[in-house]
């Protein structure tokens, strides 16, 4: 009832002052002349005259006054994003003439939109002398569309009173909730909860906890929180488990006559050791004459998964498979992705295949996509495989030996006609059965990885040509070029460590950004130089708006190899085989296609995004077991508040306060480097040292590091002896910390 009467006071003072535009009006002022006599309406209307200055629904003045807030000449629609300090950025999309650019909006201005909302916002007037660096900004003026229905957190309380932390730091709020909607949590059990009502940005989100995933500190429950946070959904609906479960195994006479037999192939797969999922099988076959017949058979999930169904709906909800540190979250269910369709040893199955005729230079002269079956000879693992290219004997070794040459051609072709290759390593933790690191190493890539990934381009690239020579339109893979003003700056951060990466105003040949990862390989400075570049990229999306990889040097370019874990391969095998007339069913309008690639191109960035924060979860749960411990290091970022280490043994990442160490330091924004204004030494990205972990938490993911030699051998604070830092300690201060004596000693005594 309260509600009801302040919405409807809310909608009589903002009647009433756009009735009387030129004035301004105290609460007491207003209660007067909309007859406002009874002393609870009177405290409601208050709270409604400070919500509507707070929220800028009306202009605010001094002494308490507000008055019309004329409607903004500019308004957009946009998707917010926002950070975990509270402020955020609005990447607009309407109107067409402001597509494409951000705005900013201040944490007061947010109202009551969160992290992933669409929103409208009133855009500020334009300052003639802005930076061009600063955003325009805006204020929320509506959410138009919730993006998160639920989050994940924390569940406490206060008396009677639940309350859920966010694990998500961009939701700002904890979300309140009643005591009948606890669902069974108990304080300190991570929960889902939903978020069912928020209309007050004075007040908190409402929900109801719908899942308890079990105690903060249990084993699992830290990545599986994280998986969910990230929008990755857990558990199947029992209606499609059931689906999955009724499909029959097997391959029918007659459904082997309607298709092209492959069973006397020697077809394999490579995949990796605990894969169960296997949506790939090659054969290459010598035809003579330098020639060769390349078969790339991908599981055919689209005849197993009718569109529309309860199971296409849910994966095209997923969109992706989530490839976590200790999991995996499959788009099918496991009866499907690890039984029916996975392309498994020995057994008849059915693909749709992509056979092309190549030469020994790696061109492909003919090909054709057919529905087939199968039958795998033999599931390779990479190390299996790699075993046979380095003079291992197998039954299948000519076969394997002859696909290897191929991708050695097809790499070097690639390379050739412009490719980049950002050959990033690759960091795997392992962990114990109670979900516990032991051990962080790189993931080697060999020729094994290489063969696979080659042959899958190919044939990613040969249905994606084919599409585009009858003008179909699929969900394209498409990379555009880089934006020249990341390129500008690119070329200026590679400057100070002797490197150059010529350019036409930010314009760059990919063979320029080619030679520059050559040149740096192997040295300390490449990871630096690598992830600099990457980021200077675009990135990768779905589209039916063809406009080629840049990153590939492809002009046409498709997913097509993996349906059991990408759902726009889904798509692709569908429009192919209707584009051949071997299945009915409308045909994908280009609006619909760009609303699907869209949701798979958002579905996929947070996939990613949660298998990189899960890897960092346990990288940083490895780092806490060696607190005390010394590692060797690169600093990979330098900025004013420190230097930021990766330790080379555990390809951990943490933070050297400026704070903590000794010296007189200032930053040179140019260089990139932090100076000593005393003794004129110099750290830079790039620099070795040796670094001692200080302190982990896996909750923040921060890592916090003392030097223990400096970059360039000078000993650090915690390298030298203990009589001797303590002498020192307190005497110097940083002057980019800006420590004041008594907080230094402060420090001192926490030691």
């Known amino acids: 009832m309260a509600d009801k009467d302040a919405d ?45 200055r707070d929220t800028g629904a009306a202009l605010g003045e001094r002494g308490g006054r507000i008055r019309h807030k004329p409607p903004s000449e500019k308004t957009a629609e946009g998707t917010l994003s926002v950070s975990p300090q509270g402020f955020g950025f609005v990447a607009l999309d309407t109107p067409e003439d402001l597509a494409g650019t951000e705005v900013f909006v201040q944490p007061r201005r947010m109202g009551t939109a969160l992290h992933g909302d669409r929103v409208r916002v009133a855009l500020a007037a334009e300052k003639k002398d802005r930076d061009p660096d600063r955003k325009r900004e805006a204020e929320v003026e509506a959410v138009v569309e919730r993006g998160r229905a639920q989050t994940v957190g924390t569940f406490s309380t206060t008396g009677k009173t639940g309350w859920v932390s966010p694990d998500d730091k961009r939701i700002s709020k904890d979300v309140y909730v009643a005591r009948d909607g606890w669902g069974g949590a108990e304080p300190g059990d991570k929960v889902v909860v939903t978020i069912d009502r928020y209309d007050d940005p004075k007040a908190s989100p409402e929900g109801t906890v719908v899942s308890v995933l079990g105690p903060a500190g249990a084993p699992g429950v830290d990545v599986l929180a994280l998986a969910l946070a990230h929008g990755a959904p857990s558990d199947f609906p029992p209606e499609v488990e059931a689906e999955a479960e009724d499909i029959t195994i097997g ?14 192939e020697l077809v394999f ?54 490839y976590l540190v200790d999991r995996v979250i499959p788009m099918l269910p496991e009866a499907l992705s690890n039984g029916v369709c996975s392309l498994r040893p020995r057994e008849d199955k059915l693909a749709y295949s992509c056979i092309m005729t190549v030469d020994g230079g790696g061109n492909v002269h003919a090909w054709e996509v057919r529905e087939t079956v199968i039958h795998s000879h033999e599931r390779f693992t990479y190390a299996g495989a790699q075993a046979i290219l380095d003079g291992a004997d197998h039954e299948l070794a000519g076969e394997v030996r002859r696909a290897g040459r191929l991708a050695e051609t097809l790499t070097a072709k690639r390379m050739a006609e412009g490719a980049i ?8 933790v392992r962990l114990d059965e109670d979900g516990r690191p032991v051990d962080v190493v790189e993931k080697e890539r060999q020729a ?31 990379h555009d070029r880089p934006d020249r003003d990341r390129i500008e700056a690119l070329a200026d951060f590679v400057r100070p460590f002797g490197y150059t990466l010529p350019h036409t105003e930010g314009a760059v040949v990919r063979s320029d950004l080619n030679d520059l990862l050559k040149e740096v390989k192997g040295k300390p400075v490449a990871p630096i130089i690598e992830q600099a570049a990457i980021r200077s990229m675009s990135k990768a999306v779905y589209s039916p708006h063809n406009i080629g990889h840049y990153g590939l040097g492809f002009e046409n370019y498709a997913h097509f190899t993996s349906p059991i874990r990408r759902y726009p391969d889904l798509i692709t095998h569908r429009i192919l085989k209707r584009m051949q007339d071997q299945q009915e069913g409308p045909r994908y309008s280009v609006d619909r296609l760009e609303e699907e690639a869209e949701h798979c191109s958002e579905r996929e960035r947070e996939a990613t995004e949660a298998e990189r924060e899960s890897v960092k979860l346990k990288q940083v749960e490895y780092a806490a077991q060696h607190v005390g411990d010394e590692f060797d290091g690169v600093a990979v970022g330098v900025t004013k508040f420190g230097v930021f280490v990766q330790m080379t043994k555990l390809l951990v990442e943490g933070l050297v306060h400026v704070r903590d160490m000794d010296g007189y330091w200032e930053y040179d924004d140019k260089r990139y480097a932090l100076v000593d204004g005393r ?45 001797r830092a303590k002498a020192r300690q307190g005497k110097k201060r940083s002057r980019g910390a800006g420590r004041s004596r008594k907080e230094a000693g402060s420090k001192k005594r926490r030691r």
Do not use: W
């Open 8 to 52: 409807a006071l809310r909608s009589q003072i903002l009647s009433y002052l756009a009735r009387h535009k030129d004035q301004s009006y105290r609460a007491k002022e207003l209660s007067k002349v909309l007859n406002v006599t009874n002393q609870g309406r009177y405290q409601t209307l208050l709270k409604v005259v400070d919500d509507l």
């Open 251 to 264: 391959v029918t006479k007659k459904e082997v006559a309607r298709r092209l037999d492959l069973r006397d």
């Open 269 to 322: 797969t490579i995949d990796p050791e605990d894969a169960k999922d296997f949506d790939d099988a090659v054969h290459v076959r010598d035809l003579g004459g330098g020639m060769m017949e390349v078969g790339v058979h991908i599981a055919d999930v689209s005849h197993y998964v009718p569109e529309g169904g309860v199971i296409d709906e849910e994966a095209y909800d997923r969109a992706t498979s989530t």
């Open 421 to 428: 290759d950002f050959d990033v390593p690759e960091v795997k």
């Open 448 to 478: 094994s990885n290489r063969l696979v990934e080659e042959l899958m381009l190919l044939a990613n690239r040969a249905v994606a040509t084919a599409a585009s020579m009858r003008d179909v339109p699929l969900p394209y893979r498409i």
């Open 679 to 723: 003794s004129n030494h110099r750290i830079q990205v790039g620099d070795t040292c040796r670094v001692r972990i200080d302190a982990a938490d896996p909750e923040t993911r921060r890592v916090d590091l003392a030097f223990v030699t400096m970059p360039g051998g000078t000993p650090g604070r915690e390298g030298r002896p203990p009589s």
